[in-house]
């Protein structure tokens, strides 16, 4: 028997006959505009110091101020459906994973059906935060996988740059702008999506919140005055919350599997925090060499924020066709994720 396939495929387990779905091409886009540790050392009172050893961020991409959300979705989309020899026609559903969509409706992905041409593709969004890519996957993956569409394009995309408050040093030097994209398919070849163990834990939901702009707060001048149209976070409770959750999905979707964290060639985290990385690697049993990190560059991109590294990874040949890789989320809601790709 081949070592790859010495796991367990979760869905086969459970009697699932069908097709299998993998991702076939990735892509990424970042904003040109880069603020420094040292440029924000400027506009709020922090340090190069305080932010490198609290978080590990050394900078971030922002976004230009005509340029949005659905305008870095479509971007990624492009690099990804280009490397997957993907013509828009043949796009028959566009997911977007964003807390940052371009307007509360329509949703962003039907702004990028339109930039891209993708004219018979069925398009929404996804609301589950720094989790959204990782959901957004799997909800591909049962379209895939129940026959319904052959080619489903999942983006991850952000402007978090909108909703953060410039003045507030406990959240400001901590966020990015940036897309990630993925086009998943049917291949004969390969076992692809695995397992993706998803959950929530809404009485936590004021940890990590932007309370104006919905049916509860509307807009208007009192709330913007009073900053409610701001992300806003309980950093110390996100960070405990975010450690157990990750661990425990990481845990969960390799059990579901039969694997152990050895046989996991690339481990890709939700890019929040070094200290947040560093805690569910040792917890998980996960070696230095096995995790893949660039917020240093980035910062946390939200629902970007796997989609990005994941893009990045690949492209460094850091996962290579047949390796497994375990990617593990935690966002506002609560929202946590994980899953096992057979690459
Ligand atoms: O993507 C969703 C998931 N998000 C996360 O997982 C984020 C989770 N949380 C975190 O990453 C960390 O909690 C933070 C990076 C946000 C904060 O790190 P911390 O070690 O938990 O710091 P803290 O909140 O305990 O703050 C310590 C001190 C405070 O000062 P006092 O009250 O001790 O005098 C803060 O005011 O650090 C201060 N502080 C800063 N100082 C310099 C907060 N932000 C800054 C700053 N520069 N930017």
């Known amino acids: 028997m081949s070592t790859q396939k010495q796991f367990t495929n979760p869905r086969a387990k459970h009697g699932f006959r069908g097709r299998t779905c993998s991702i076939i091409s990735v892509g990424s886009y970042v904003p040109e505009k880069v603020i420094t540790n040292a440029d924000l050392e400027k506009m709020v009172e922090t340090s190069d110091e305080w932010i490198t050893t609290r978080t590990g961020i050394k900078e971030r991409h922002i976004a230009g101020e ?28 566009i997911i977007v994973a964003t807390i940052t969509p371009d307007m509360p409706f329509p949703a962003t992905a039907c702004l990028v059906q339109h930039r891209i041409g993708a004219r018979r593709a069925a398009a929404f969004d996804v609301e589950a935060a720094c989790s959204g890519f990782i959901y957004a996957l799997e909800i591909g993956q049962q379209f895939i996988t129940s026959r319904t569409y052959e080619t489903v394009l999942v983006i991850g995309a952000e402007k978090l740059s909108s909703i953060v408050d410039w003045k507030d040093r406990n959240t400001c030097v901590l966020f990015g702008d940036g897309a990630g994209a993925a086009i998943l398919q049917h291949r004969p070849d390969a076992h692809g999506l695995l397992t993706a163990c998803m959950g929530a834990e809404g009485d936590k ?40 959750a990750m661990c425990t999905a990481g845990q969960e979707a390799l059990r579901r599997c039969d694997l152990d964290i050895s046989r996991i060639k690339c481990v890709i985290p939700h890019q929040a925090n070094r200290r947040i990385i560093d805690a569910v690697g040792d917890r998980l049993g996960i070696k230095p060499d096995q995790v893949f990190v660039n917020l240093d560059k980035y910062g946390n991109t939200s629902a970007a924020s796997v989609a990005i590294a994941l893009d990045e990874a690949v492209q460094q040949r850091r996962i290579q066709r047949g390796d497994l890789v375990l990617m593990v989320v935690f966002g506002a809601g609560l929202t946590w994720a994980a899953a096992v790709i057979e690459w």
Not at 70 to 88: E, F, H, V, Y
Not at 213 to 223: I, V
Request: one cysteine or more; proline letters at 6%; aromatic letters at 4%.
């Open 205 to 244: 939901a004021e940890l990590l919140c932007m309370p104006g702009g919905g049916s509860r707060c509307p807009a208007t001048p009192e709330s913007v005055a009073s900053g409610l149209h701001f992300l806003r976070m309980d950093g110390k409770e996100t960070f405990k919350n975010a450690v157990i």
């Open 66 to 93: 005509k340029e949005f959300t659905s305008d870095m979705a479509a971007k990624a989309a492009l690099r990804a459906m280009q490397r997957g020899n993907i013509t828009p026609d043949q796009i028959d559903l």
